[in-house]
C-alpha cells in the first residue's frame, strides 16, 4: 500500500469520526426516526399509553387508557368525571417509547375546552429515565384559548414561557403547531408562520426526548391553568403528529420541514 493511499485512508476515517462526533452526539439514546402517525390505528408498539396514575399533587385527574382512542382518523384524548386512582377525574396521554433528537416536530390539532384544563404537545425527559428534565412545549390552557404557551426546561430549569395568538380559539378548529430544534437554535411555529426563535445556549435543550400528547386539569394551578369548573366530557383532537429528522427530505405537503430542507 502506498503511502499516499495510507494517507487517504486516514483522512476518510478521521472524517467518519468527526461525522460521528456531530450534532447527534449530544443526544445520546435517540432512536427513532423520521415519522408521520395519522392515527388510522393506535399502534401501541409505537405509543405508550400513560394508565392508573398522575403526575403529582397539582394534577385533578388520573391517566386513564379509557380516557384515549382513535376514531375517524384522529385521536382522542378526553377528560371526564370519571374516579380512578387517587382522583375524581381521568384524562388521557400517550407518548412515544422512542426517543428523538434534533429535528422537525409538527402537530395538527383541536383542543380541549375548560378553564383549568391543559391540551399539550411537547417533548419531555426526565430522571424517570436517568436524565436531566428537559422539555419543549405547546400548551394552550382552557382559560384563554385564544393563545398558545410555548416554553422548554434545560436542566430542569424553565421561565421561558411566551404566549402567542391565535387566528381564533383553539378548541374551535384544528392549528398547526410545530417546532423545529437543532442544536444552536430552537424555531417556534403557528400554521406555518414563525412566532419565536430561541438562540440562548442556557435556552436549548440538548437531551433526546420523548414526543407527549396530553390532556390534564388542576385544582390548584390556578393562576397559571385558570380555575377549575367542571363543565361536562371535554376531549383534545390529533389529526396528524410527524417528526422529520435533519436531513430527512420533506414528508407532506405543508409541512414546515418542507420549507427549511
Same mark, same amino acid.
Given at each position: 500500500?502506498?503511502?499516499?493511499?495510507?494517507?487517504? *485512508?486516514?483522512? +476518510?476515517?478521521? *472524517?467518519?469520526?468527526?461525522?460521528?462526533?456531530?450534532p447527534l452526539a449530544a443526544q445520546e439514546g435517540a432512536? +427513532?426516526?423520521s415519522f408521520v402517525e395519522e392515527f388510522d390505528t393506535l399502534d401501541t408498539? @409505537?405509543?405508550?399509553?400513560?394508565?392508573g396514575w398522575n403526575n403529582g399533587a397539582h394534577q385533578n385527574c388520573t391517566w386513564s387508557k379509557d380516557q384515549v382512542a382513535v376514531r375517524d382518523g384522529k385521536l382522542l384524548l378526553?377528560? #371526564?368525571?370519571?374516579?380512578?386512582?387517587?382522583?375524581?377525574?381521568?384524562?388521557?396521554e400517550v407518548q412515544t417509547r422512542k426517543r428523538y433528537g434534533y429535528g422537525t416536530y409538527e402537530v395538527r390539532m383541536k383542543t380541549a375546552t375548560g378553564s383549568g384544563l391543559n391540551s399539550? @404537545?411537547?417533548?419531555?425527559?426526565?430522571?424517570? #429515565? !436517568? !436524565?436531566?428534565?428537559?422539555?419543549? #412545549?405547546?400548551?394552550?390552557? +382552557?382559560?384563554?384559548?385564544?393563545?398558545?404557551?410555548?416554553?422548554?426546561y434545560v436542566a430542569g430549569k424553565g421561565g421561558n414561557e411566551k404566549l402567542v395568538p391565535l387566528p381564533g380559539p383553539a378548541d374551535a378548529g384544528f392549528n398547526d403547531?410545530?417546532?423545529?430544534?437543532? !442544536? #444552536?437554535? *430552537?424555531?417556534?411555529?403557528?400554521?406555518?408562520?414563525?412566532?419565536?426563535?430561541v438562540t440562548d445556549p442556557a435556552a436549548l435543550p440538548v437531551n433526546a426526548q420523548k414526543v407527549f400528547l396530553s390532556l390534564w386539569g388542576s385544582d390548584t394551578l390556578t393562576g397559571w391553568m385558570g380555575r377549575f369548573a367542571f363543565a361536562g366530557p371535554t376531549r383534545l383532537e390529533v389529526e396528524r403528529v410527524a417528526f422529520t429528522a435533519e436531513g430527512d427530505a420533506c414528508p407532506f405537503a405543508g409541512s414546515v420541514a418542507c420549507l427549511l430542507n
Open positions: 500500500m502506498t503511502a499516499s493511499l495510507k494517507n487517504a *485512508l486516514r483522512a +476518510g476515517a478521521l *472524517l467518519a469520526a468527526l461525522a460521528a462526533a456531530g432512536s +427513532g426516526t408498539g @409505537f405509543w405508550y399509553v400513560s394508565d378526553s377528560f #371526564d368525571a370519571a374516579p380512578a386512582g387517587e382522583r375524581d377525574y381521568a384524562c388521557g399539550a @404537545f411537547f417533548t419531555y425527559i426526565g430522571p424517570a #429515565d !436517568k !436524565k436531566q428534565h428537559d422539555e419543549i #412545549d405547546f400548551e394552550v390552557l +382552557g382559560k384563554d384559548t385564544s393563545r398558545v404557551q410555548l416554553n422548554q403547531y410545530a417546532f423545529v430544534w437543532q !442544536k #444552536d437554535r *430552537l424555531r417556534y411555529y403557528v400554521n406555518g408562520a414563525l412566532v419565536h426563535e
